[in-house]
Every structure is written in structure tokens, then in C-alpha cells.
């Protein structure tokens, strides 16, 4: 299958590139909910690293908003990615304090190497089809994207939503041959966005996060594809009790209420 043939070009990244690519999140309006943890104690500004599947850059950003404002003095710092680009620099000593990854098996590749504690499950995402708005290609279903003169966009089959692309065209049957194999469903979106394919399968919370810039299309398949959340805390996290605090978070009922109104769904 040709996709499974191009993917060997999707992920490269140096760990050097990533780790300057850091996004650091500032500091949002006090937070009312009793669902935060409590503030840090006094003694200086402190940062926890988080490192997150691409398509949670919405929704931890919120949370690291929240965070900051719980947590007087101390910084959230983000490298949202490709889970197996992200997985690779843990795995090669990239400082980070708590991983959220988009599959159980880019988790696994940390957890083997006796990096981080026993994940959590903490949401659940599926596929949709995502066309231009005004659907050039008339694109309709799943087996529109086999037809050659769609122009495709796919998620390199190593990350996990190309793993779940994957996974939804056999259910169904399908051969697709896509113009391009993406690092990532960020990435994969764009080229929808910018009119350079006619669809591309990214996951249902990358549509609603895009605000109408493309619409999305559910199709039957996308069940047999869905994909697991899991975050833990690094074994060797620089901020050990921030690490377990912010993921407390994500796993807290207001980690949930964010998450499931961006479109993910509970486990």
C-alpha cells in the first residue's frame, strides 16, 4: 500500500530542534474552581515540562492557563508534537516532567525504557474526514478518498493518527493513495485549511478546534479506529510534585469538562 510505503519519510526531528521549539504557556485569569491544585509553596518561580500529543495544543494550553494561576510563581511549558517524534526525545534524555501521548503504544516506547510512571487513560478521540468549506471534491464518505483525482492528506502511519487512518481504511476496505504523509494532525489540517488537498482524516477535536475553517464528515470506520489517551509523569521530572499536580489536573473533573467540550470523548 503506498501510504504504508511513504511513511518511512515522516519523522526526523532532532531532539535539539524540539527542545528549542519549547512553547511556554503565560499566565491566564485567576482560577474559580475548586477542582485546581493548590498553589505551589513560596520560594521562587518554578516550570514544569509537558510534553503533548500535537492535537491537545488547545485544550492543555487552557489547563496550563489554569495552572499557572493556581500555581503563583510557576511556568507551564509545552512541546506539543507527533506522540512518536515526542516518545523518541523522552526516550534520548529531552527534559521533560509529564507526557500526554495520542496511543498507548507511543506511551509504551517510554514506559519500556523505565521512564515514566503507570499510565492513565485519561480521554478518547476519533476520526473525521476534513474537507475545504466549500468541499471542491464533493466529498462525501470514506470511499470518496480512494477515488484518484482526490487529493489526499494523511498522518505519517508511525504517529498515531496516521496508525488510526490506517486502521479505519481497512475496516473498510480501502486503498488510498495520499499527496502527502504529514508529521503530525496539526499538520495534516493545515493542508485542508490552505486548499492544498481536497481532504485529509484528522481526529473530530482538530475540526472543532479549526472554528469553521473546514468542515468535518463522521463515517462508520471511524469506530473501529479510536484512539486512547494515556498521560503520565516522567520518572526523572526536574518538578517531580508540579509533574503529578498538572496531570492531577487533566485527570480532575475540570480537566474532563475542557477536554470533553473540545470535542474528546471520556474513556
Not at 487529493?151 to 508511525?158: G, I, M, N, T
Not at 498515531?160 to 473498510?172: T, W
Not at 462508520?220 to 489517551?229: G, H, L
Request: hydrophobic share 45%.
Amino acid at each position: 500500500m503506498v501510504f504504508r510505503r511513504l511513511s518511512r519519510w515522516a519523522i526526523a526531528l532532532p531532539v535539539a530542534l524540539a527542545i528549542a521549539g519549547l512553547s511556554g504557556c503565560g499566565s491566564g485569569e485567576p482560577a474559580t474552581s475548586a477542582a485546581s491544585a493548590p498553589a505551589s509553596a513560596a520560594g521562587g518561580a518554578k516550570e514544569v515540562t509537558v510534553f503533548a500529543a500535537a492535537s491537545l495544543t488547545g485544550t492543555f494550553t487552557e489547563l496550563g492557563k489554569t495552572f499557572e494561576a493556581a500555581h503563583p510563581g510557576t511556568t507551564v511549558k509545552f512541546n506539543f508534537g507527533s506522540s512518536a517524534t515526542l516518545a523518541q526525545q523522552i526516550t534520548q534524555g529531552a527534559p521533560a516532567d509529564v507526557f500526554a501521548a495520542a496511543s498507548p503504544a507511543t506511551m509504551k516506547t517510554v514506559t519500556d525504557a523505565s521512564l515514566a510512571g503507570a499510565p492513565t487513560t485519561f480521554v478518547r478521540n476519533k476520526l473525521q474526514i476534513a474537507v475545504p468549506k466549500d468541499n471542491p471534491a464533493k466529498v462525501d464518505e470514506l470511499k470518496d478518498l480512494a477515488d484518484p483525482k482526490v487529493k489526499v492528506a494523511l498522518c505519517a502511519e508511525q504517529v498515531p493518527c496516521g496508525a488510526a487512518a490506517v486502521k479505519a481504511l481497512e475496516a473498510a476496505g480501502l486503498t488510498v493513495k495520499p499527496v502527502t504523509l504529514e508529521q503530525d494532525v496539526k499538520a495534516t489540517l493545515t493542508k485542508v485549511e490552505l486548499g492544498e488537498v481536497d481532504a485529509a482524516l484528522v481526529y473530530k477535536t482538530d475540526v472543532i478546534a479549526s472554528a469553521g475553517k473546514v468542515q468535518g464528515i463522521a463515517f462508520p470506520e471511524a469506530d473501529k479506529a479510536i484512539n486512547d489517551y494515556p498521560i503520565a509523569t516522567l520518572s526523572k521530572a526536574p518538578a517531580g510534585d508540579l509533574a503529578k499536580q498538572f496531570a492531577d489536573l487533566v485527570l480532575s473533573q475540570q480537566g474532563k469538562d475542557v477536554l470533553i467540550k473540545a470535542g474528546f470523548e471520556a474513556p
